[in-house]
């Protein structure tokens, strides 16, 4: 099954202390992508990659890091996590006709 | 810029009615536009799209036209079923932007009540 997953669903840490959000993808996508969900904001594009270590910025890039060694994996770094990052998570991957699979979303909450 | 504005929510209605989001863009040229749909506690999943004016996108029984004249693309459903409450998001992709990504509207929650 054709699927992205992301680890973990729920996530409540403090401020400072270095976390990472996994994502993988099963269906050899090259184009990755992490976005984060707000009320009233609909979805905002965080950090983007091409193909294996091809990453750029999206939308609101501050305070996050992304790499991309794997063509599957496209992980989420936040070294220092404040509380405006408290936010729903997304990692999406896009296939043919730029239809984006998307995770199961991360709900983080920052203290 | 590219911008995606849509109706505020929620909206409710009962089974059976008619359904209508609406959803208008800013954006240079003809980009490509899609409806997403968010289930209670899921991602969000491609509900339709429509990548040139005049067409027509639709699945289950879902449709919406892509009006560039009126540069909107609104939601429609002919009868809505208490399965179809969920967020639902407009979008687009910028004409010419490499990177595929999406701007989205802040989403409209239908909630469909028996």
């Known amino acids: 099954e054709a699927q992205v997953t992301q680890n973990p669903r729920y996530l409540i840490t403090v401020t400072g202390k270095k976390l990472t959000v996994t994502c993988s993808q099963n269906?050899?996508?090259?184009?990755m992508s992490w976005y984060r969900q707000d009320p009233g904001l609909g979805l905002r594009q965080i950090y983007y990659?091409?193909?294996?270590?091809?990453?750029d910025k999206g939308d609101v890039p501050e305070g996050y890091k992304v790499s991309r060694k794997e063509k599957r994996n496209f992980p989420l770094i936040l070294e220092s996590p404040s509380p405006n990052q408290t936010s729903l998570y997304f990692c999406?991957?896009?296939?043919?006709?730029?239809?984006?699979?998307f995770g199961s979303g991360t709900q983080l909450s920052v203290l | 810029g590219n911008s995606v504005t849509q109706m505020e929510g929620p909206v409710t209605l009962s089974e059976e009615a008619f359904l209508t989001i609406n959803c208008t863009y800013t954006?240079?040229?003809?980009?490509?536009l899609f409806w997403y749909v968010q289930y209670p506690g899921e991602g969000l999943q491609l509900l339709l799209k429509?990548?040139?004016?005049?067409d027509k996108g639709s699945n289950k029984g879902f449709e919406a036209t892509y009006r560039k004249e009126t540069t909107s693309f609104h939601l429609e459903k002919g009868s809505v079923q208490v399965s179809d409450s969920a967020v639902y998001f407009c979008?687009?992709?910028?004409?010419?932007?490499?990177?595929?990504?999406?701007?989205f509207g802040s989403g409209t929650r239908l909630l469909v009540r028996p």
């Open positions: 999406a991957s896009t296939g043919q006709d730029e239809k984006l699979f």
């Open positions: 990659s091409m193909n294996v270590e091809v990453t």
């Open positions: 954006a240079t040229g003809y980009p490509s």
């Open positions: 979008a687009l992709t910028p004409l010419g932007d490499s990177s595929y990504k999406l701007i």
């Open positions: 269906m050899n996508h090259e184009y």
């Open positions: 429509a990548t040139k004016a005049d």
